[in-house]
């Protein structure tokens, strides 16, 4: 007996729909190089499992990767088995001889065992037929940071170079490239680095499409507690400066995604590593579950441009078919396309509309405003009425019409006034197509 979509349960139609949503970035993420890092506490979480799972996932999907890992808890605690308190200025570690032994410790024993867990491919398991080669070397130079304020951190370090080429001859094999944070003087010295800091500077090196770095806890705005999903990088400093009580592992990262996006790195995600399958989730989906960090505005809204019309066909098309919007061809689009505003969403056009100026009076029409339905709550509306309503007084138009059949109550709470047939423009009233009945409403710009 043969069955029909529609008879599918609900979480499979989810999981389909999903899928599907997701192939834009299946096909986007392909052969793009990410520098993901990893802190010391993951490491220790039972569910590290989890994001081995997925990296192998992202590794299949011919995603270039390169892991650093963070050692801090583990130095700490090699540091109390021996009774010697952890001594930090400033939130940089002061590494001494001992602590530098802790150091080397830690590295090569998480090292070796995030290359055992990606080398598992149990049957029945998520890393089944994985089969991940994962390559570590001494990519990174490093030199001390020396003495500050009177403080010398010894063996702490910062980065003074990256093997990009060896690096990317390795990412060429498909190899996983695991990364401590740890560098070499060309002396045979050891440093201890920042895993942050080494992350972006690899990023910025290797000219990474992003730069992924998980954190213990999300980016909560103080005042709203809400998710702060984009930022730029102008409003993340603006952040770090009006909150100067944000919690530490918070400020390291904004500030590491802030020097990676001036330094190149197009985008840098900061995602909670508890959330399930926090990697996937955020980039495979539109809006993550993440804070996306930029140097640009992640969402855009602009005039629109010929590449857009197959954009603008998808998000109006649904509307044209219930009747919502007048039907438009892709011809009188092209026509029209500079009368039109788009808001431009991660590559896609999630809202437009248009203003067609009439010529035979100082008056435009408001046509095809439509929002994406999972984009209706954020006022993207209203924010392309402003702009109409900027782009009306830069034309010197007296008078807004809209012509709408299911939106009038949304165009009256923001000022419009039903108009007389008879006081309109002659070109309006040409234009007018009674069988669709539409009310016709007005607004005076001021």
Same mark, same amino acid.
């Given at each position: 007996?043969?069955?029909?979509?529609?008879?599918?349960?609900?979480?499979?139609?989810?999981?389909?729909?999903?899928?599907?949503?997701?192939?834009?970035?299946?096909?986007?993420?392909?052969?793009?190089?990410?520098?993901?890092?990893?802190?010391?506490?993951?490491? #220790?979480?039972?569910?590290?499992?989890?994001?081995?799972?997925?990296?192998?996932?992202?590794?299949?999907?011919?995603?270039?990767?390169?892991?650093?890992?963070?050692?801090?808890?583990?130095?700490?605690?090699?540091?109390?088995?021996?009774?010697?308190?952890?001594?930090?200025?400033?939130?940089?570690?002061?590494?001494?001889?001992?602590?530098?032994?802790?150091?080397?410790?830690?590295?090569?024993?998480?090292?070796?065992?995030?290359?055992?867990? #990606?080398?598992?491919?149990?049957?029945?398991?998520?890393?089944?037929?994985?089969?991940?080669?994962?390559?570590?070397?001494?990519?990174? =130079?490093?030199?001390?940071?020396?003495?500050?304020?009177?403080?010398?951190?010894?063996?702490?370090?910062?980065?003074?170079?990256?093997?990009?080429?060896?690096?990317?001859?390795? #990412?060429?094999?498909?190899?996983?490239?695991?990364?401590?944070?740890?560098?070499?003087?060309?002396?045979?010295?050891?440093?201890?680095?920042?895993?942050?800091?080494?992350?972006?500077?690899?990023?910025?090196?290797? =000219?990474?499409?992003?730069?992924? #770095?998980?954190?213990?806890?999300?980016?909560?705005?103080?005042?709203?507690?809400?998710?702060?999903?984009?930022?730029?990088?102008?409003?993340?400093?603006?952040?770090?400066?009006?909150?100067?009580?944000?919690?530490?592992?918070?400020?390291?990262?904004?500030?590491?995604?802030?020097?990676?996006?001036?330094?190149?790195?197009?985008?840098?995600?900061?995602?909670?590593?508890?959330?399930?399958?926090?990697?996937?989730?955020?980039?495979?989906?539109?809006?993550?579950?993440?804070?996306?960090?930029?140097?640009?505005?992640?969402?855009?809204?602009?005039?629109?441009?010929?590449?857009?019309?197959?954009?603008?066909?998808?998000?109006?098309?649904?509307?044209?078919?219930?009747?919502?919007?007048?039907?438009?061809?892709?011809?009188?689009?092209?026509?029209?396309?500079?009368?039109?505003?788009?808001?431009?969403?991660?590559?896609?056009?999630?809202?437009? =509309?248009?203003?067609?100026?009439?010529?035979?009076?100082?008056?435009?029409?408001?046509?095809?405003?439509?929002?994406?339905?999972?984009?209706?709550?954020?006022?993207?509306?209203?924010?392309?009425?402003?702009?109409?309503?900027?782009?009306?007084?830069?034309?010197?138009?007296? =008078?807004?019409?809209?012509?709408?059949?299911?939106?009038?109550?949304?165009?009256?709470?923001?000022?419009?006034?039903?108009?007389?047939?008879?006081?309109?423009?002659?070109?309006?009233?040409?234009?007018?197509?009674?069988?669709?009945?539409?009310?016709?409403?007005?607004?005076?710009?001021?």
């Amino acid at each position: 007996m043969s069955s029909s979509s529609s008879d599918n349960p609900p979480n499979q139609d989810a999981f389909v729909n999903w899928f599907r949503s997701s192939s834009p970035y299946i096909h986007a993420h392909r052969n793009r190089t990410f520098v993901i890092c990893i802190e010391g506490e993951a490491l #220790l979480d039972e569910d590290f499992a989890h994001h081995v799972h997925d990296l192998a996932l992202l590794n299949s999907l011919g995603i270039r990767l390169v892991l650093v890992h963070g050692i801090r808890p583990q130095i700490d605690q090699r540091l109390k088995n021996l009774n010697i308190q952890p001594r930090f200025h400033e939130q940089l570690r002061i590494t001494d001889a001992l602590a530098l032994n802790c150091v080397k410790e830690a590295a090569g024993l998480v090292r070796v065992e995030i290359e055992a867990r #990606l080398s598992m491919g149990l049957a029945n398991s998520p890393m089944a037929g994985a089969k991940i080669r994962v390559v570590s070397g001494n990519f990174v =130079t490093a030199k001390p940071i020396g003495v500050i304020n009177g403080v010398d951190y010894e063996y702490t370090g910062k980065v003074r170079g990256i093997d990009t080429l060896a690096i990317k001859q390795q #990412l060429d094999q498909h190899n996983v490239v695991l990364m401590s944070p740890i560098g070499y003087s060309p002396s045979g010295e050891v440093f201890n680095l920042s895993a942050e800091q080494l992350a972006t500077e690899i990023a910025i090196a290797l =000219t990474a499409e992003k730069l992924i #770095l998980l954190t213990e806890q999300s980016v909560i705005h103080p005042i709203s507690q809400k998710l702060l999903q984009q930022l730029t990088t102008e409003e993340a400093e603006q952040l770090l400066y009006d909150f100067p009580d944000l919690p530490v592992t918070i400020v390291r990262v904004l500030r590491a995604a802030i020097y990676g996006c001036q330094a190149g790195v197009a985008r840098v995600h900061l995602i909670e590593r508890k959330l399930n399958g926090a990697l996937l989730q955020e980039l495979f989906s539109r809006d993550g579950v993440g804070t996306l960090v930029s140097s640009t505005p992640y969402e855009e809204l602009r005039a629109a441009t010929l590449q857009d019309i197959g954009g603008i066909m998808e998000l109006i098309s649904p509307l044209e078919q219930q009747g919502k919007l007048v039907k438009r061809s892709r011809e009188k689009l092209e026509m029209e396309i500079t009368d039109y505003i788009v808001i431009e969403r991660d590559r896609m056009i999630i809202a437009c =509309t248009a203003l067609h100026c009439l010529q035979d009076a100082p008056a435009g029409v408001i046509a095809c405003m439509a929002v994406h339905p999972d984009y209706q709550n954020a006022a993207r509306g209203h924010r392309l009425l402003e702009y109409i309503y900027k782009c009306a007084k830069l034309q010197s138009l007296q =008078t807004l019409y809209v012509l709408s059949t299911q939106t009038v109550h949304w165009f009256i709470e923001r000022g419009f006034a039903p108009a007389d047939f008879k006081t309109l423009p002659a070109s309006l009233k040409a234009s007018y197509n009674p069988q669709r009945n539409s009310k016709i409403l007005y607004q005076t710009i001021n």
